[in-house]
């Protein structure tokens, strides 16, 4: 039956988008592990034993990114890492109002504005790129 939809392109989309996320998480897990210390300073004080979550964030990063370029893994790797971006979200917000100073980021609002904004953007990349929501670019069902 033919369709006077264009051809659904999401799927390449999608893909190229799993890729860069799963490299952006890979190299946060490699930061978690290699410079832990930087990581200890942006995170909260209410946070029990910050050095070993620090530890097991970093290992849960590689995991995940790996899982997120593994189909069978891929729903479950989304749903996690976007509850981890929700999690991390406080030591976002610590390291923008104390003005922590880190290697190579800026204490600058010009980085923690954009930053703690694309917070969510990055919650909705997890969840698409592990094939959990389609929006926005579902094509819509023809009758």
């Not at 989304?78 to 030591?91: D, E, F, K, R, S």
Request: glycine share 6%.
């Amino acid at each position: 039956m033919p369709s006077d939809l264009p051809p659904d392109r999401s799927g390449t989309s999608r893909a190229v988008m799993r890729w860069i996320l799963a490299a952006l998480y890979a190299a946060a897990g490699v930061a978690h592990l290699m410079v832990p210390e930087a990581l200890l300073a942006i995170t909260p004080s209410w946070v029990p034993f910050a050095p070993q979550v620090i530890f097991v964030t970093g290992l849960c990063e590689l995991a995940g990114a790996i899982a997120l370029v593994t189909r069978p893994l891929r729903r479950w790797a989304g749903v996690a890492l976007a509850a981890y971006a929700v999690c991390v979200w406080p030591a976002n917000f610590k390291h923008a109002l104390d003005g922590i100073d880190l290697p190579y980021i800026t204490s600058s609002w010009l980085y923690h504005g954009p930053r703690l904004a694309f917070q969510p953007v990055l919650i909705w990349w997890a969840l698409y790129c592990g094939e959990v929501i389609d929006w926005p670019w579902r094509r819509r069902q023809q009758r």
